[in-house]
């Protein structure tokens, strides 16, 4: 007589990631947001393709109607919805995207619940719409206490004025988020990461990936580089791509400013 051990089970593995997404919070009356909405994507259409969306509806208050209504006229315009935000709801429609409960803010000053928010964004420089993200390891800058004199040479730092220094090249995949000033990276900025600021970005290396400077709303913000490279260059929501800076300021130190309702980059001499 033969025993054959039964075989183990092979155990499931869960694992937890955090990923850069846009929040929108759209406001009453909904048609003259919409219409906010719109000239913004006139001004830079494509900017939320492929980019996860939250929508956060604690200040609309829409029903599970409206909401839906909402979602989908949000898709119409090339913005996909992948979570809602509404406290008081754990779960909405099988057909409407899934409720966050517990959301985070995530900041150079750490993870912020929902009532901290405010207060964190209020020392900003301007206002729009928030951003959920995963600052990679920029969020551990001296436990985001300004000037921190422990920080070694290749951590992020956060000095007085509120600038994050980032003393070593930004990898790949990396998302820098900063909303209480200004970014300076000491060395490149690698294809594939982003950089999203209140306030202006210096990079003294090559910048590619994207870079988004004055993201709360700060139109006086500028972006330098010593080489750009870049896949996208960002002001307060206007942008220019690769494609319409080859032959003009590609492979150039260049500076990325609002000139009224245009977005120009310019080269340094």
């Not at 719409?129 to 985001?144: F, I, L, N, V, Y």
Request: aromatic letters at 6%; hydrophobic letters at 40%.
């Amino acid at each position: 007589m033969t025993f054959a051990a039964p075989l183990e089970a092979k155990s499931i593995r869960f694992r937890a990631r955090s990923f850069v997404a846009f929040t929108l919070t759209p406001e009453a009356p909904l048609d003259v947001w919409l219409e906010g909405l719109d000239h913004w994507i006139g001004n830079s259409p494509g900017y939320f393709a492929g980019r996860p969306v939250v929508l956060d509806l604690n200040t609309l208050k829409p029903d599970v109607a409206a909401i839906e209504s909402l979602v989908g006229v949000l898709g119409h315009r090339g913005i996909r919805i992948y979570a809602i935000e509404l406290d008081g709801h754990t779960a909405l429609e099988p057909n409407l995207p899934p409720v966050l409960v517990g959301a985070k803010e995530a900041t150079t000053d750490g993870l912020l619940p929902r009532e901290a928010r405010a207060e964190s964004f209020n020392k900003a420089e301007g206002r729009a719409p928030e951003q959920h993200a995963d600052a990679g390891r920029a969020d551990k800058a001296g436990d985001g206490k300004a000037g921190a004199s422990k920080a070694g040479d290749s951590e992020p730092q956060v000095e007085a004025s509120g600038t994050l220094m980032i003393k070593a090249p930004i990898r790949s995949g990396q998302a820098i988020v900063h909303p209480h000033g200004d970014v300076i990276v000491l060395g490149s900025v690698a294809s594939g990461s982003e950089i999203i600021a209140a306030g202006s970005i210096h990079v003294y290396g090559t910048l590619r990936g994207r870079a988004s400077a004055g993201a709360l709303g700060n139109r006086g913000a500028r972006i330098f580089c010593r080489k750009n490279e870049a896949e996208l260059l960002a002001v307060d929501g206007w942008y220019v791509t690769a494609e319409e800076m080859e032959g003009v300021s590609r492979g150039k130190p260049v500076q990325a400013f609002l000139d009224g309702d245009a977005l120009r980059v310019s080269t340094l001499s």
